[in-house]
């Protein structure tokens, strides 16, 4: 799989809420697919689908320990997103300074032309 690939399945794993909620919850640490389920309004099979998308995108692993099915966090490919978004940052930035100059330079015209 390609770099470009693996963002993109990371960028649709992130575009449903409750896949964003899991993370957010795995943040905090491991957690069994019940425990996963508990604080939403669906059902175990549902939140295994969720899953098998955030591990398809890289950003989840299960681990077995004995009985113990424990669903990871892998942060990782976070890190390839952010900066992709951070090269757009860097341009929007560029693009808002260029603009607040341009409205800077209006306004200066605009007094200088009330003065007169």
């Given at each position: 799989m390609t770099s470009l690939e693996q963002l993109d399945r990371v960028f649709?794993?992130?575009?449903?809420?409750?896949?964003?909620?899991?993370?957010a919850r795995l943040a905090e640490g491991e957690a069994t697919v019940n425990e996963l389920v508990a604080p939403f309004d669906l059902r175990?099979?549902?939140?295994?689908?969720?899953l098998k998308v955030l591990e398809q995108?890289?950003?989840v692993s299960r681990g077995r320990n004995a009985q113990f099915r424990p669903v990871r966090l892998n942060a990782a490919p976070l890190a390839s997103a952010a900066q992709w978004l951070g090269d757009y940052r860097r341009f929007?930035?560029?693009?808002?300074?260029?603009?607040?100059?341009?409205?800077?330079?209006m306004k200066r015209k605009e007094t200088r032309d009330a003065s007169k």
């Open positions: 649709a794993a992130l575009a449903d809420p409750t896949r964003r909620a899991i993370l175990q099979p549902t939140i295994s689908k969720h995108a890289g950003l929007w930035e560029e693009s808002l300074d260029r603009l607040d100059e341009y409205v800077q330079e």
